[in-house]
């Protein structure tokens, strides 16, 4: 007998899929974490050559010095602001690159649900024609998931003779995922 849980309702990512999802998701979610954390600390903090001038004080002997460091400083803000601009631009093309591969994986999933969605429902048909017996056998072996989600696609007096044909604790365990398949919390979009 196959112990393995239900995941999740039909439709949803199965369960070699799932954590291959997860980690890309986990993955992308960290990449924008990071990319917007550093363009928020350069610009709450930047550090630029406009930091490491000395300061001069007002003399008026000392003007010529003085001059000079304001040209400094204007000129590292410059190039710091340059810099900012540089960074912010390179941090929104990753942003839109990650959103454009993000809508790639979604649409891939989206076919891959739907693909899965119509083998389910051609395996019903299949197994709605068979005898309950023979049909209960079938089911017996198969994986917990795929059971529990072709037997709610079962009209359902099919189902409670397929369903009588098996064993007890196979029923039990076919119902209680069954039963479950509500409480199950689906993958964030």
Known sequence: MNARRAEGPPGFLT??????????????????????????????????????QPVYRIDAGNGGRQEHGLQAREEALRISRQRLQALKKDIDLRITKYENLLAQVQAALKEFKSASGRNIARLVAVYAAMPPANTAAA???L???????????????????????????KVAEISGAMLG???K?????
């Open 15 to 52: 369960a070699p899929m799932r954590p291959v999802a997860m980690v890309f998701a986990a993955w992308l979610l960290a990449s924008m974490m990071l990319a917007s954390m550093m363009l928020a600390a350069m610009l709450l903090f930047p550090v630029s050559a406009f930091a490491l």
């Open 143 to 169: 994986d917990l998931d795929t059971a529990v989600k072709i037997m709610l696609r079962m009209q359902p007096r099919k189902a409670a003779a397929v369903m009588a044909n098996m064993s007890p604790s």
């Open 181 to 183: 398949m509500g409480k």
């Open 185 to 189: 919390i689906p993958i964030p979009r």
């Open 139 to 141: 089911i017996s072996g």
